[in-house]
């Protein structure tokens, strides 16, 4: 039994005269006439009763025929969902992502992929640089933002494209000698009690800060650790010391603090877009081509792992 099978029997149900429907299906009438009976010997039973006032189903072709125009629908809704899936309009894209990505890019990107792609499932998790590199490799997530290019065991599958830059700021409370400064030395840096996020979660942030610091790094229990902008933020509010974050910081300020630029400007490792080199998922590609429409600096970096 074929579709076709299908479309004959309701098209004769439907004209009730061989003819017409052999016109409406644009067939001879012949041929026709065989494709009926031979579904008829393949089920066992008479569909359809020859009579005076017309072709007519017998009970056994209207039960038939109901199936039949389910059927015909399911097969037509199939191939639908088949596309739109081929096309990345329905699925699920899983990512996680560094808060401070929150200031500029996602708002921009998410919104735009959620209007452009409805149907998309997104679930979205916010995590550290390192956590969502875990993820990200043991096949957990689909798509990460983070804070430097993952690394760790595995990272070698992953491709990584820079799609943000930023540097470095430090936020006090307005109580604090520095407020009111439009900038602060890396030399002063060196002699407060600093809140910078966790080395273990923002490994290539903190390398920098130590770079950038050198013998005036902080070492352990000398610093406070807060996992987001808005604790460091809110701690420096409290009196509790300088905290050290990207620029777009200043989106997030709030009243009682203070930012200052650092002096000299010290660029932070950039903000970088790292998926699987072997995943062909129709959603991420997706996902990935809104990323090169809204972010014109990387589209040829993408477009080099388009799929």
């Known amino acids: ?49 020859r009579t005076a006032h017309g072709v007519l189903p017998t009970a056994a072709g209207e039960a038939f025929l109901a199936r039949a125009r389910r059927a015909l629908c399911e097969m037509s809704t199939a191939a639908t969902e088949a596309g739109r899936a081929a096309r990345g309009e329905t699925g699920q894209l899983r990512m996680g992502f560094i808060g401070s990505a929150l200031l500029e890019l996602l708002p921009s990107v998410l919104g735009r992929f959620r209007r452009d792609y409805p149907d998309v499932q997104l679930e979205l998790h916010e995590m550290s640089t390192a956590s969502s590199a875990t993820a990200l490799i043991d096949g957990e997530l689909d798509v990460t933002i983070s804070r430097g290019v993952p690394r760790g065991v595995g990272a070698e599958g992953l491709v990584s494209v820079a799609v943000d830059s930023d540097h470095l700021v430090a936020v006090v409370g307005s109580a604090h000698p520095y407020a009111g400064q439009a900038k602060v030395s890396v030399e002063q840096l060196g002699h407060q009690r600093l809140i910078v996020a966790p080395a273990a979660e923002e490994p290539a942030t903190i390398a920098r800060l130590r770079e950038l610091l050198g013998e005036a790094a902080p070492v352990p229990g000398t610093v406070t650790e807060a996992r987001d902008l808005h604790t460091i ?17 200043r989106a997030a300020a709030r009243a009682g603090t203070w930012i200052c630029d650092v002096e000299p400007r010290v660029e932070l490792p950039e903000l970088v877009l790292s998926f699987r080199a072997d995943d062909r998922s129709p959603v991420l590609a997706a996902f990935l081509d809104t990323t090169r429409k809204l972010c014109p600096g990387v589209r040829h970096s993408l477009h080099k792992h388009s799929r």
């Open 233 to 249: 933020i809110g701690l420096a509010a409290c009196g509790v010391g300088v905290g050290l974050g990207p620029a777009r910081m």
């Open 1 to 49: 039994m074929e579709k076709r099978h299908l479309r004959y029997a309701l098209a004769l149900a439907e004209h009730r005269h061989f003819g017409r429907a052999a016109a409406a299906l644009a067939i001879a009438q012949p041929p026709l006439s065989k494709q009926i009976a031979a579904l008829e010997r393949e089920l066992g039973v008479r569909l359809f009763d």
